[in-house]
């Protein structure tokens, strides 16, 4: 994620500014991202379906990411955004890369109304983080 860190906060904050736009119209709690890369776009899926057209800076970045993703032997299954912060997941729900807005230090792996009992989350650098189950309950 290091190496590709200016490529994964292009990407966190275009999905954090739309989940802004969202909440703020329709009071959602948080929203999913699934991506297209060959249409070059993100579809929402929160609080209804809606597409993001990629411009070809953004659509690399996201290529990028997905080419290079690997947590739990999984590639990049989503991308979440709630309150300050945005993750990027795996379809298990058990690892992700956290961005947060704010520097904060997530609670969750995926999402905060996940129900793992037991977690681990570490920050990477600024604004980012690693979050996985330590073990299921």
């Not at 977690?119 to 299921?136: F, R, S």
């Amino acid at each position: 994620m290091l190496n590709y860190e200016d490529e994964y906060t292009q990407i966190a904050e275009l999905c954090y500014q739309d989940y802004l736009q969202l909440s703020e119209n329709d009071n959602i709690e948080y929203s999913v991202y699934l991506f297209n890369l060959d249409k070059k776009r993100l579809t929402s899926y929160n609080p209804e379906k809606h597409t993001i057209s990629l411009t070809d800076e953004k659509y690399q970045a996201l290529k990028t990411i997905y080419d290079n993703y690997r947590l739990d032997k999984h590639d990049l299954d989503f991308i979440g955004a709630c309150d300050n912060f945005v993750s990027f997941g795996i379809a298990n729900g058990r690892a992700s890369f956290i961005y947060s807005v704010n520097n904060e230090k997530p609670n969750f792996v995926n999402r905060p109304d996940d129900d793992y009992k037991s977690i681990w989350v570490e920050k990477i650098t600024d604004h980012w983080y690693y979050a996985c189950v330590q073990k299921y309950e």
